[in-house]
């Protein structure tokens, strides 16, 4: 029996904004899912699309090695000799009113040209060859020496302050060491001093992560539309069955609290519920489940075929969005 999980991500918004929100909207998809489907709700460390919904009983969001699924995306699978690879990321660190804050890294525009000028400017200090990019936003890093980090992935951290997202283990002094020099070098390069002209925010820090002990623990998922390059490239099961869909359209607005966009683009994901409800309702698929993420919260609805003739039954779009209190 195929299954399809449909997870929008930062869809859910504060429970007291939430019929503000929808007010006066038709939303007929959602309104049915929350009429017919059955929703459960947990708390989990937001990121991005790493949760315990993926499959992985994760204790801890730095349990996914996303190093090794950029690996396999750039089809670049050998290691060094230490057999740890970790995924660096220029980013922009912004000072906020509780301390550093990660931004998002889609505003940094990062081209060819300067992602290899500011590989190049720290390769005195990695080591030369250490750092190869995937692309001007991903680069993967082999450690010369064991590392043995936890490094919860940019998504983790992304709009809050750093300290508690920071890497950790054995050799946290040394990675914080390293990654200060390389602040330090980009501090002053051309690159930063060329993107000051064009009014572009400054690369002024790097981000790791992975997870240098976890296990690549296979995926359900026989086909991943909409995935980050990581995750499609993940090692499936052998008898996959379920059919993901990630819609992350909604992580502009709401990191922007553009809510007009917001609704906007609220429309189109309604209509997208009310086709998956219908291919339950004529066999395509066997079973659906919706899953909506927030920062701290996961709400899953998970409807069958027998779920669609409980006529009695009325629902609210509001009640699929609005995050547990």
């Known amino acids: 029996m195929s299954i399809f999980e449909l997870v929008i991500a930062e869809s859910l918004v504060a429970a007291d904004f939430a019929p503000d929100l929808v007010r006066g ?4 998809g959602l309104d049915a899912l929350a009429a017919f489907g059955t929703a459960s709700e947990h708390k989990a460390p937001h990121a991005e699309l790493l949760p315990p919904y993926l499959g992985w009983p994760l204790r ?3 349990s ?23 995924l660096l990321e220029p980013v922009h660190l912004a000072l906020g009113t ?17 992602a290899t000028q500011l590989i190049a400017a720290i390769a005195p200090l990695v080591l030369p060859g250490l750092v190869t990019p995937v692309d001007p936003s991903h680069w993967l890093f082999d450690v010369p020496k064991p590392y043995g980090l936890k490094a919860p992935s940019l998504e983790a951290a992304l709009g809050q302050e750093l300290l508690c997202w920071l890497p950790t283990g054995e050799a946290e002094r040394a990675w914080r060491r390293l990654a200060n020099e390389i602040q330090m070098v980009w501090h002053a390069h051309g690159v930063n001093a060329e993107r000051e002209k064009r009014g572009l925010p400054a690369v002024n820090a790097v981000w790791l992560s992975g997870d240098a002990a976890a296990e690549p623990v296979p995926l359900p998922y026989r086909s991943a539309t909409g995935a980050p390059p990581w ?12 059919d993901l869909e990630i819609i ?14 917001f609704r906007n683009l609220l429309i189109g994901i309604d209509s997208k519920v009310e086709d998956a409800l219908a291919a339950l309702k004529s066999g395509a698929i066997g079973e659906l489940m919706v899953i909506f993420t927030g920062r701290e919260w ?19 779009a509001v009640e699929m969005i609005d995050c547990p209190q």
């Open 60 to 62: 801890h969001v730095a």
């Open 231 to 242: 995750l499609g490239a993940w090692p499936r099961a052998e008898r996959a069955s379920i």
């Open 98 to 114: 509780q301390g550093l804050i990660l931004t998002d890294p889609q505003a940094l525009a990062i081209d060819d040209g300067e």
């Open 25 to 28: 909207m038709a939303l007929p």
């Open 248 to 261: 992350t359209s909604l992580l502009a607005p709401v990191r922007s609290e553009d809510w007009s966009g």
């Open 298 to 316: 996961v709400r899953s609805c998970h409807v069958r075929k027998s779920d669609l003739y409980k006529f009695w039954r009325r629902g609210k």
């Open 64 to 86: 996914v090695d996303v190093a090794s699924g950029w690996s396999r995306h750039a089809q670049r699978q050998d290691k060094s000799a230490t057999g740890e690879r970790y």
